[in-house]
């Protein structure tokens, strides 16, 4: 009896803390409900209000998922004073400062609020009110764009901002005064506006700062004072893009083991010079550095006058006095690489890299070889140098006829092909493969037209990893025809290249530059960007449609 007793003790002690434990329940329909708001203080559209504090009540326990980031806080506040916390079924958000007058404040808790069992966000949670007797009603709307898009860029991570005229800040030194976020196809609308004149920005928002970061983030900007009055919503487009927006600077430039190398402090998309020496002087470029060689030690430093551009075209123009000087230091081996695996029709062309600038080629031990016993030799004619100056890259080309049945074709060099500047041979052979298609199994032409403005236009077609395959230059035409491609997916980029150089130029924010346009073909019926063609077919016209320069559109 005893024993029984102490059981039946036991069992409802059990039975007590499993009443008392709170969980989440099992089983049953899942809650899909979103939280729903029983009050709030202070009231939505309240006016003459100054809060020191805003409390929601809810329906269900909630909780918040990172507010730093969601709530989003029209005009200006310091968010690094307001602490805003969830305890069951309530949240409070603590002001901590002071309040503008006659000012319209929004808080958008966007889908920050959530219930705690199944993470269900609030709907449309937001909280209006002003501090003078109106509610200001003007608002902006519009789209933005990622001209380079990454597979995982998020468009709702974009932050619109408005800065006022009069403001000495932009969107890379402070938080805007208006704020606003696109939803996930790129939409916005900012609400709750007052009249006035307005800058206004875009830009990635990846690390949370409210402030775009001139190096690494997408932005975008709009070069046109915004008037925002009752006359009409304005309609606004941002076409986003990455640059570097920093000064461009030479930091530094010394001798290093018979070279002269300069440091800048960010990287080169272009270098010249020009001396009045009999030596011959060749440079390489990497990232940030350049390094110049001489064919020759020279014992007295030689006057070199050099301009380097950065990606935003800022120039350093500037006289150096370099020295070319005997050192017992170990030169770097000659490094070569070939970008192989490709395909081709007819024409076979191969691109080496050097990881300095080469002096002489040993042809006899230079040939493309298409059989155990068969090969071209490879002749001075079939080979172009990228830059005379640089001499870092050449360009193999020769054409195979359809006559010949094999498939594989190998570019073979052996050590000790290629000299120099610094009298070093490549230590290692060169075994790089190349696969020749059939005419056949290829696809006859993808061809259609540019609906544009621009004079000079750039089509690209890419492949799935978005490398490029082929590109068409158009002057003063729109229509594009690539013939006898090779079977798979692709895409079609257009540049409008607006100066004629041939590459895609980004955005100056200091000289209110704006990036050049790019866009993609889009199925107008799926909305896919994708391509499939296979051999045999002919996929086209396609139309490629341009899209509107970041500005105010009405």
Same mark, same amino acid.
């Given at each position: 009896?005893?024993?029984?007793?102490?059981?039946?003790?036991?069992?409802?002690?059990?039975?007590?803390?499993?009443?008392?434990?709170?969980?989440?329940?099992?089983?049953?329909?899942?809650?899909?409900?979103?939280?729903?708001?029983?009050?709030?203080?202070?009231?939505?559209?309240?006016?003459?209000?100054?809060?020191?504090?805003?409390?929601?009540?809810?329906?269900?326990?909630?909780?918040?998922?990172?507010?730093?980031?969601? *709530?989003?806080?029209?005009?200006?506040?310091?968010?690094?004073? +307001?602490?805003?916390?969830?305890?069951?079924?309530?949240?409070?958000?603590?002001?901590?400062?002071?309040?503008?007058?006659?000012?319209?404040?929004?808080?958008?808790?966007?889908?920050?609020?959530?219930?705690?069992?199944?993470?269900?966000?609030?709907?449309?949670?937001?909280?209006?009110?002003?501090?003078?007797?109106?509610?200001?009603?003007?608002?902006?709307?519009?789209?933005?764009?990622?001209?380079?898009?990454?597979?995982?860029?998020?468009?709702?991570?974009?932050?619109?901002?408005?800065?006022?005229?009069?403001?000495?800040?932009?969107?890379?030194?402070?938080?805007?005064?208006?704020?606003?976020?696109?939803?996930?196809?790129?939409?916005?609308?900012?609400?709750?506006?007052?009249?006035?004149?307005? *800058?206004?920005?875009?830009?990635?928002?990846?690390?949370?700062? *409210?402030?775009?970061?001139?190096?690494?983030?997408?932005?975008?900007?709009?070069?046109?004072?915004?008037?925002?009055?009752?006359? &009409?919503?304005?309609?606004?487009?941002?076409?986003?893009?990455?640059?570097?927006?920093?000064?461009?600077?030479?930091?530094?430039?010394?001798?290093?083991?018979?070279?002269?190398?300069?440091?800048?402090?960010?990287?080169?998309?272009?270098?010249?010079?020009?001396?009045?020496?009999?030596?011959?002087? #060749?440079?390489?470029?990497?990232?940030?550095?350049?390094? !110049?060689?001489?064919?020759?030690?020279?014992?007295?430093?030689? #006057?070199?006058? +050099?301009?380097?551009?950065?990606?935003?075209?800022?120039?350093?123009?500037?006289?150096?006095?370099?020295?070319? *000087?005997?050192?017992?230091?170990?030169?770097?081996?000659?490094?070569?690489?070939?970008?192989?695996?490709?395909?081709?029709?007819?024409?076979?062309?191969?691109?080496?890299?050097?990881?300095?600038?080469?002096?002489?080629?040993?042809?006899?031990?230079?040939?493309?070889?298409?059989?155990?016993?068969?090969?071209?030799?490879?002749?001075?004619?079939?080979?172009?140098?990228?830059?005379?100056?640089?001499?870092?890259?050449?360009?193999? #080309?020769?054409? !195979?006829?359809?006559?010949?049945?094999?498939?594989?074709?190998?570019?073979?060099?052996?050590?000790?092909?290629?000299?120099?500047?610094?009298?070093?041979?490549?230590? &290692?052979?060169?075994?790089?493969?190349?696969?020749?298609?059939?005419?056949?199994?290829?696809?006859?032409?993808?061809?259609?037209?540019?609906?544009?403005?621009?004079?000079?236009?750039?089509?690209?077609?890419?492949?799935?990893?978005?490398?490029? !395959?082929?590109? +068409?230059?158009?002057?003063?035409?729109?229509?594009?025809?690539?013939?006898?491609?090779?079977?798979?997916?692709?895409?079609?980029?257009?540049?409008?290249?607006?100066?004629?150089?041939?590459?895609?130029?980004?955005?100056?924010?200091?000289?209110?530059?704006?990036?050049?346009?790019?866009?993609?073909?889009?199925?107008?019926?799926?909305?896919?960007?994708? !391509?499939?063609?296979?051999?045999?077919?002919?996929?086209?016209?396609?139309?490629?449609?341009?899209?509107?320069?970041?500005?105010?559109?009405?």
């Amino acid at each position: 009896m005893k024993a029984l007793r102490q059981i039946s003790a036991l069992l409802l002690i059990a039975s007590f803390y499993s009443c008392a434990k709170q969980s989440t329940p099992q089983g049953g329909p899942r809650d899909e409900d979103p939280p729903k708001v029983l009050s709030q203080y202070p009231e939505n559209q309240s006016v003459n209000t100054i809060p020191e504090e805003i409390t929601i009540e809810f329906d269900e326990y909630i909780k918040l998922d990172n507010p730093s980031k969601n *709530l989003i806080i029209t005009p200006r506040l310091d968010k690094d004073k +307001i602490i805003a916390t969830a305890l069951k079924n309530k949240v409070n958000v603590k002001l901590d400062q002071e309040l503008e007058e006659n000012t319209t404040y929004v808080f958008n808790f966007q889908k920050s609020v959530q219930d705690i069992s199944e993470q269900n966000p609030a709907e449309n949670l937001k909280v209006v009110f002003s501090t003078g007797p109106n509610i200001d009603s003007l608002s902006i709307r519009g789209r933005v764009n990622v001209l380079f898009p990454e597979r995982t860029t998020e468009y709702r991570d974009i932050l619109i901002g408005l800065y006022k005229i009069q403001d000495t800040t932009d969107l890379f030194t402070s938080p805007p005064y208006y704020i606003g976020q696109s939803d996930s196809i790129g939409n916005f609308q900012l609400e709750n506006l007052r009249e006035g004149k307005f *800058l206004a920005y875009a830009w990635l928002d990846e690390n949370n700062s *409210l402030k775009a970061e001139g190096k690494n983030e997408n932005f975008a900007f709009i070069t046109d004072t915004l008037l925002i009055d009752a006359t &009409a919503e304005k309609l606004l487009h941002f076409n986003l893009a990455k640059s570097d927006q920093g000064s461009f600077k030479l930091n530094r430039s010394s001798d290093t083991g018979g070279a002269y190398q300069l440091v800048f402090n960010k990287g080169i998309k272009d270098f010249n010079l020009k001396h009045e020496s009999s030596r011959d002087i #060749s440079f390489k470029i990497n990232d940030d550095r350049v390094k !110049i060689y001489s064919d020759r030690p020279i014992s007295d430093s030689l #006057s070199i006058s +050099i301009i380097a551009t950065d990606s935003i075209d800022q120039k350093v123009d500037t006289l150096i006095w370099a020295k070319f *000087l005997e050192s017992e230091r170990k030169k770097d081996e000659l490094t070569v690489q070939v970008a192989s695996g490709k395909s081709f029709y007819e024409r076979l062309s191969m691109e080496l890299t050097f990881n300095k600038p080469i002096a002489s080629i040993v042809y006899d031990s230079l040939r493309v070889v298409y059989d155990s016993a068969k090969f071209y030799q490879v002749t001075p004619e079939m080979i172009q140098v990228k830059d005379s100056i640089r001499r870092d890259q050449i360009q193999i #080309s020769l054409t !195979i006829p359809d006559s010949l049945n094999q498939s594989i074709f190998t570019l073979q060099a052996a050590d000790s092909t290629f000299l120099d500047v610094e009298n070093q041979y490549n230590a &290692a052979a060169v075994n790089a493969n190349f696969r020749k298609l059939k005419r056949e199994s290829l696809a006859d032409e993808i061809s259609g037209s540019v609906n544009t403005q621009a004079a000079q236009t750039i089509v690209q077609l890419l492949n799935t990893k978005e490398e490029i !395959i082929r590109e +068409i230059k158009l002057v003063n035409q729109t229509n594009f025809s690539f013939k006898l491609v090779e079977p798979g997916a692709y895409r079609l980029r257009v540049i409008e290249d607006e100066n004629g150089n041939g590459v895609w130029d980004p955005p100056n924010y200091n000289i209110k530059r704006q990036p050049e346009l790019v866009y993609f073909f889009t199925d107008p019926e799926t909305q896919s960007k994708d !391509i499939t063609i296979r051999g045999g077919w002919t996929v086209g016209p396609l139309i490629i449609q341009s899209i509107p320069r970041s500005g105010i559109l009405n």
